[in-house]
Nanobody, 114 residues
Framework: VQLVESGGGLVQPGGSLRLSCAAS????????MGWYRQAPGNQRELVAT???????NYADSVKGRFTISRDNTKNAMYLQMNSLKSEDTAVYYC?????????WGQGTQVTVSS
């Protein structure tokens, strides 16, 4: 499985961005998917996950501001990010996993700054 993120960029505090993750393969619908992020000097952390059954989970720091979704017809996952804060600045990674298989994208930079 290959994962390609897009949609990152520079945005002012309070602004919005929508990240996309495009996945290859024919069994995308089986994968549990997630977004993770890593800021400089920090460990990679969970942002949000969505299971194959569309159950979602969010980090407390993004609840109410971010929304994860998936479109199995397009082999795609999304992260709508609203009310962005400077502390959301990080490289955002797409993850796909099922069973023992675990895949990562190359990441997309999100910078929140005035």
């Amino acid at each position: 499985v290959q994962l390609v993120e897009s949609g990152g960029g520079l945005v002012q505090p309070g602004g919005s961005l929508r990240l996309s993750c495009a996945a290859s393969g024919s069994i995308f619908w089986m994968y549990n998917m997630g977004w993770y992020r890593q800021a400089p000097g920090n460990q990679r952390e969970l942002v949000a996950t969505i299971t194959s059954g569309r159950n979602t989970n969010y980090a407390d720091s993004v609840k109410g501001r971010f929304t994860i979704s998936r479109d199995n017809t397009k082999n795609a996952m999304y992260l709508q990010m609203n009310s962005l804060k400077s502390e959301d600045t990080a490289v955002y990674y797409c993850n796909a996993n099922v069973g023992s298989q675990n895949y990562w994208g190359q990441g997309t930079q999100v910078t929140v700054s005035s």
